[in-house]
């Protein structure tokens, strides 16, 4: 199989009477691509930026559909855009309890299976620490260094000029990793259960640093829980075929 990889060639380009059978597309810029007379058959489409746009089928929108069937799949999904201290807290509730059912139900043998090249759940739990460092302790505490060791940050950070030595090189073991798990989690319940009106509309700096958005408390607040719904989708599409 051919690799094109950082690769800018294809850009404006026109395929006529081409296959791309089986081919696949991983962090890739597909903004903007048009389609036409094409066999879309088992074509799979997964993307966490979907809603911040438009995807075009057959001249109709089809994001508000998938947004509304997976709030279906997932109850209290929907409650990640809320704007109350009320509606976040009923969001966190909803989002913790569907995640102990996930890791409750996952066979031990399990936690550290991987589907392609997909995080397995242990990864996924540790980046889920990490994602709640970087934007309760981090974005709304104003730590200047957030970060538990056991976290798992995003795939070519070290390329972008973090410090990689913060974080240990080793896997921990499961039951570390859950011990941690639950510290976070338990930090952003007790935060939310004093979260005020006033208090979620206070600006604060990107964690992540760089460009001109200031987050505000519910922002970051709407982050962690769009971090927590998207990677539990994620868990269980890629914990479905292990059975």
């Not at 690799?3 to 060639?9: K, N, Q």
């Not at 066999?39 to 438009?54: M, P, R, T």
């Not at 240990?168 to 039951?175: C, I, L």
């Not at 570390?176 to 604060?204: K, N, Y």
Request: net charge negative.
């Amino acid at each position: 199989m051919t690799i094109y990889s950082d690769s800018h060639e294809f850009e404006g380009a026109t395929f006529f009477r081409t296959s791309f059978k089986g081919a696949i597309l991983r962090s890739c810029d597909v903004g903007g691509v048009s389609m036409r007379s094409v066999d879309v058959g088992g074509l799979d489409i997964d993307s966490h930026d979907l809603f911040f746009g438009s995807l075009m089928v057959n001249g109709v929108d089809v994001v508000p559909f998938v947004d509304a069937e997976l709030n279906r799949q997932f109850p209290g999904r929907e409650l990640q855009k809320a704007q109350t201290p009320e509606g976040l807290r009923d969001g966190w509730v909803a989002v913790q309890a569907a995640w102990e059912t996930t890791v409750t139900n996952t066979p031990r043998e399990h936690v550290d299976a991987h589907v392609g090249d997909e995080w397995s759940l242990a990864q996924t739990l540790r980046h889920l620490v990490l994602a709640t460092d970087a934007w309760l302790r981090g974005g709304i505490m104003g730590m200047e260094q957030p970060f538990h060791e056991i976290g798992l940050i995003f795939t070519g950070a070290a390329e972008m000029g973090f410090d990689m030595s913060i974080f240990q090189a080793d896997a921990p073991a499961f039951e570390d990793i859950l011990v941690a798990r639950a510290e976070r989690q338990q930090l952003v319940t007790g935060f939310l259960s004093t979260a005020t009106p006033d208090l979620l509309v206070e600006e604060r700096d990107n964690p992540w640093g760089g460009g001109d958005w200031h987050p505000t408390v519910g922002d970051c607040v709407r982050v962690i829980l769009e971090e927590e719904w998207a990677h539990l989708r994620y868990v269980r599409r890629d914990l479905a075929p292990l059975g």
